[in-house]
């Protein structure tokens, strides 16, 4: 961390905390550079998963929670890993048959004051953990192969939502798909399945709704929960298609979904050739009062759909490029409607050829920003105020390397990961962290304030790296204090948003 570009980022930061002084009185006395405060190693695996943070030990620090594993297919002790935040120090792990890369969602389920871990991965593993031991509670278990539904939910697990309690035992239900087949090729409608929507009984597991997408398309898609302002009625969102297959963005009516129904939902955005993968954002941008719809699709389709009436309000398309990552949300241009910042893929998988970083005006859906930094990755960003100019900047992870090389190119290669910070009002980008021969593929930094000073801290992920990008050799997990007092919280701190949920809540 002490190259020319991060010494540039802290005199800025030292800079705008000295401004911000003079005018509202938050002192920035106290810290004056990044920090180091701890890195943690883990040999053979690697990660697809994001960090989330959550209290485990009760020392009122925030704790790290992320999905781990070694190479697809292969078993592992460390599937889940829970990070202590003060040092770094494992807590605890959790087992896995294969992958966990869902990101974790918390809930106290036990009842012994400690969120409980709820996170899934491949093969198809859906687990919950007890919080204070890393012990599982209870596990999805594949052995449905007769019911009309749930005989296709035996591949993938990604992300949870927690929705209000639909059965009046006093505990959150959970809300996630299944789907995608690893032996379907691509463009081949053989070996693919349709996608399973379900909701499980956080306490104990019960499978309590389900049903299959309506266009019989797979999924690779979070869905979320979107609630009318004072009405009390909820809907999801859930979209199908995947790299190279068709697919639709749909809302439903939760209480249809109980009774096992998903027939009556609404294609609100579609796309022929490419699905949906990545999550929408889910933020007011026409000052109504109901939470609108910003998505984007795998052919890099932007949609803006009022959430009260359904109509479009916009869209944008990017010519020429892929996405599967998932929007960062703020403020990033001079007016009070969020923004929305993603990176996209050049070329066609599994073929792209780099990577292009893109803003959207919220209110326009004009492309405010764009830039191509770096290789192709499915990380996505992070969002906050980092010198305190009024709009808010963004925290980007990149790798460096021959963008032109086949992914799945077994050759040793040399890469380079970086954390990089985009600051839209001077548009210029800087960096906060590199190391060679380490790179980032998937996981989505995360930032808050982990023990409480009052100043940002950051942890993000990195992997060992000489050959395929996808390959896992180990991985490192670092705490980054940033000189940058805090005086709200990140709008958009984490993958998918502060809460996991999609949902952004301004916090200015």
Same mark, same amino acid.
């Given at each position: 961390?002490?190259?020319?570009?991060?010494?540039?980022?802290?005199?800025? %930061?030292?800079?705008?905390?000295?401004?911000?002084?003079?005018?509202?009185?938050?002192?920035?006395?106290?810290?004056?550079?990044?920090?180091?405060?701890?890195?943690?190693?883990?040999?053979?695996?690697?990660?697809?998963?994001?960090?989330?943070?959550?209290?485990?030990?009760?020392?009122?620090?925030?704790?790290?929670?992320?999905?781990?594993?070694?190479?697809?297919?292969?078993?592992?002790?460390?599937?889940?890993?829970?990070?202590?935040?003060?040092?770094?120090? @494992?807590?605890?792990?959790?087992?896995?048959?294969?992958?966990?890369?869902?990101?974790?969602?918390?809930?106290?389920?036990?009842?012994?004051?400690?969120?409980?871990?709820?996170?899934?991965?491949?093969?198809?593993?859906?687990?919950?953990?007890?919080?204070?031991?890393?012990?599982?509670?209870?596990?999805?278990?594949?052995?449905?192969?007769?019911?009309?539904?749930?005989?296709?939910?035996?591949?993938?697990? !990604?992300?949870?939502?927690?929705?209000?309690?639909? !059965?009046? !035992?006093?505990? #959150?239900? %959970?809300? @996630?798909?299944?789907?995608?087949?690893?032996?379907?090729?691509?463009?081949?409608?053989?070996?693919?399945?349709?996608?399973?929507?379900?909701?499980?009984?956080?306490?104990?597991?019960?499978?309590?709704?389900?049903?299959?997408?309506?266009?019989?398309?797979?999924?690779?898609?979070?869905?979320?929960?979107?609630?009318?302002?004072?009405?009390?009625?909820?809907?999801?969102?859930?979209?199908?298609?995947?790299?190279?297959?068709?697919?639709?963005?749909?809302?439903?009516? @939760?209480?249809?979904?109980?009774?096992?129904?998903?027939?009556?939902?609404?294609?609100?955005?579609?796309?022929?050739?490419?699905?949906?993968?990545?999550?929408?954002?889910?933020?007011?941008?026409?000052?109504?009062?109901?939470?609108?719809?910003?998505?984007?699709?795998?052919?890099?389709?932007? $949609?803006?759909?009022?959430?009260?009436?359904? %109509?479009?309000?916009?869209?944008?398309?990017?010519?020429?490029?892929?996405?599967?990552?998932?929007?960062? *949300?703020?403020?990033?241009?001079?007016?009070?409607?969020?923004?929305?910042?993603?990176?996209?893929?050049? /070329?066609?998988?599994?073929?792209?050829? /780099?990577?292009?970083?893109?803003? *959207?005006?919220?209110?326009? /859906?004009?492309?405010?920003?764009?830039?191509?930094?770096?290789?192709?990755?499915?990380?996505?960003?992070?969002? $906050?105020?980092?010198?305190?100019?009024?709009?808010?900047?963004?925290?980007?992870?990149? !790798?460096?390397?021959?963008?032109?090389?086949?992914?799945?190119?077994?050759?040793?290669?040399?890469?380079?990961?970086?954390?990089?910070?985009?600051?839209?009002?001077?548009?210029?980008? $800087?960096?906060?962290?590199?190391?060679?021969?380490?790179?980032?593929?998937?996981?989505?930094?995360?930032?808050?304030?982990?023990?409480?000073?009052?100043?940002?801290?950051?942890?993000?992920?990195?992997?060992?790296?000489?050959?395929?990008?996808?390959?896992?050799?180990?991985?490192?997990?670092?705490?980054?204090?940033?000189?940058?007092?805090?005086?709200?919280?990140? #709008?958009?701190?984490?993958?998918?948003?502060?809460?996991?949920?999609?949902?952004?809540?301004?916090?200015?």
């Amino acid at each position: 961390m002490n190259s020319k570009h991060t010494q540039w980022l802290l005199l800025r %930061l030292i800079s705008a905390c000295t401004f911000t002084l003079c005018w509202v009185s938050i002192s920035c006395t106290s810290k004056e550079k990044s920090e180091l405060i701890w890195e943690s190693g883990f040999s053979i695996i690697g990660s697809q998963s994001s960090p989330r943070s959550v209290d485990l030990n009760g020392d009122g620090m925030l704790d790290f929670v992320i999905g781990a594993g070694k190479n697809e297919f292969q078993a592992s002790d460390q599937g889940v890993l829970a990070l202590d935040g003060s040092d770094g120090s @494992l807590i605890w792990s959790h087992e896995a048959t294969d992958q966990m890369y869902g990101a974790a969602t918390f809930h106290d389920v036990t009842g012994d004051g400690i969120p409980d871990v709820f996170i899934g991965g491949r093969s198809p593993q859906f687990r919950a953990i007890d919080g204070k031991t890393g012990e599982l509670l209870w596990k999805f278990d594949n052995v449905h192969e007769d019911h009309p539904i749930l005989q296709y939910a035996r591949f993938n697990f !990604n992300h949870s939502v927690l929705l209000p309690d639909q !059965n009046e !035992n006093g505990y #959150p239900e %959970l809300l @996630l798909a299944n789907g995608g087949n690893y032996e379907a090729l691509p463009y081949m409608e053989e070996n693919r399945y349709p996608a399973v929507i379900m909701l499980l009984d956080s306490k104990n597991g019960d499978i309590l709704a389900c049903d299959t997408v309506p266009d019989g398309k797979e999924t690779y898609m979070t869905p979320l929960l979107i609630s009318s302002p004072n009405q009390g009625e909820h809907q999801i969102i859930f979209g199908t298609g995947g790299e190279t297959i068709g697919g639709s963005l749909y809302i439903a009516d @939760l209480k249809d979904l109980m009774q096992n129904t998903l027939s009556k939902a609404k294609i609100i955005a579609t796309e022929t050739g490419h699905g949906f993968i990545a999550s929408p954002a889910l933020a007011d941008i026409n000052t109504d009062g109901y939470l609108d719809i910003v998505a984007i699709s795998h052919a890099s389709g932007i $949609y803006a759909i009022d959430g009260k009436t359904l %109509l479009p309000l916009w869209d944008q398309r990017i010519p020429d490029t892929e996405c599967s990552n998932s929007f960062a *949300v703020g403020f990033f241009t001079d007016d009070a409607i969020p923004d929305f910042f993603t990176f996209v893929s050049q /070329g066609v998988w599994p073929q792209n050829t /780099g990577s292009v970083q893109v803003m *959207v005006d919220g209110k326009t /859906g004009e492309i405010s920003y764009t830039n191509a930094l770096g290789c192709t990755g499915f990380s996505s960003p992070v969002a $906050y105020d980092l010198n305190h100019d009024g709009q808010d900047e963004v925290i980007i992870s990149i !790798n460096e390397f021959d963008c032109k090389r086949y992914i799945g190119d077994q050759s040793s290669f040399v890469v380079e990961n970086k954390l990089l910070a985009i600051d839209f009002k001077s548009g210029e980008h $800087y960096t906060i962290d590199q190391a060679q021969g380490m790179k980032n593929i998937f996981s989505t930094p995360w930032i808050g304030d982990i023990d409480g000073d009052g100043f940002l801290d950051l942890v993000h992920a990195q992997y060992f790296s000489h050959s395929d990008p996808l390959s896992f050799l180990g991985m490192r997990i670092k705490r980054i204090d940033l000189p940058v007092k805090m005086n709200q919280d990140p #709008p958009w701190g984490s993958f998918m948003g502060n809460s996991g949920d999609g949902i952004f809540r301004p916090t200015n």
